[in-house]
């Protein structure tokens, strides 16, 4: 007989339900499915690792800041193609660019104007290109790295084709061609970062990034909190350089430009993903 004032699998207390199983989910319920439902509340955000939330506040920017540290590397490995073999020339870092632009002009040897200038103008038309984009696709940011970074593979691989058989340093109209391909792609990079806009991850400035990095940090007596986050910048960039470098010199240019294809195709599958999510870090306000 069952005690008075309960009912079957009801608390005494206005008849709410009892707990079931030591209070874990009711038995029609596995955990899987649990977490299917929790993941249903947030647009099926995918689950962060926790050293995600330590790179940034994980509520404002999701997995974004993994997405933007992949296109740093692929900076790397992009720039270093374009300074070793296509003549003392880079493709996303502009101030760098600006800088050798002027030794060209001040009749350093090695160097070479027309170079300079087509990065630039290339980048900016790329740039211009993310910027309308961003305008187009403001609402969500994951979407926006979706079809952003979408687009940058096609032009990486379009380039990586046009260096098909080149050698080291690629001469001629070839030469012209993968810059243009290669600044038009880094300069939408760069747009659709700033319009994404994860602090410290401009995904090719590191001279603010570093600075902050030693003006922020605890011996200087600041808070020293976006210490992993910086520092992740720097090591992305380097490692980036480092291979594009090693596979420029030791084998070609097109083995680095393959590398960074492959690389940033998968950071657009893992957008793909991330596109989808409903959460309050991916999609912005009317």
Known sequence: MEAPGRERGLT???????????????????????DVTRADAVGRAPRAAPWVGRLAAYADHGPLPVVLLGLT???????????????????????????????????APGLSVTASLTAMAAFLVGAA?????????????????RTGIAAEV???????????????????????AVIVLLAVALGGQNAVARR??????????????????????????????????????VAAMFAGALAGG???????????????????????LGAHRIARSRAGWAVRGP
Do not use: K, Q
Request: avoid cysteine; glycine fraction near 12%.
């Open 196 to 233: 994404i806009a994860v602090p410290d991850l401009t995904t090719t400035v590191l001279t603010l990034t570093l600075t902050a990095l030693a003006a922020d940090a605890h011996f200087a007596g600041g808070p020293g909190s976006a210490s992993l986050r910086r520092i992740a910048a």
């Open 73 to 107: 590397v692929v900076t790397g490995v992009v720039d270093a193609v374009s300074y070793i073999a296509l003549g003392h020339v880079f493709v996303a870092n502009m101030t760098g660019n600006v800088v050798l632009l002027g030794f060209a002009l001040a009749g």
């Open 246 to 268: 090693l596979l420029t010199v030791h084998a070609s240019p097109a083995a680095a430009l393959a590398l960074a294809t492959a690389t940033a195709g998968a950071i657009a």
């Open 12 to 34: 005494a207390d206005r008849g709410r339900p009892g707990p079931r199983h030591g209070g874990e989910n009711p038995p029609d319920m596995s955990e899987s499915d649990a």
């Open 129 to 145: 290109i993310g910027g309308a984009l961003g305008r187009r696709i403001a609402h969500h940011r994951g979407a926006l790295a």
């Open 154 to 176: 096609v032009l990486l691989a379009a380039a990586f084709v046009a260096a098909l058989g080149a050698g080291e340093p690629i001469t001629g109209s070839r030469r012209y």
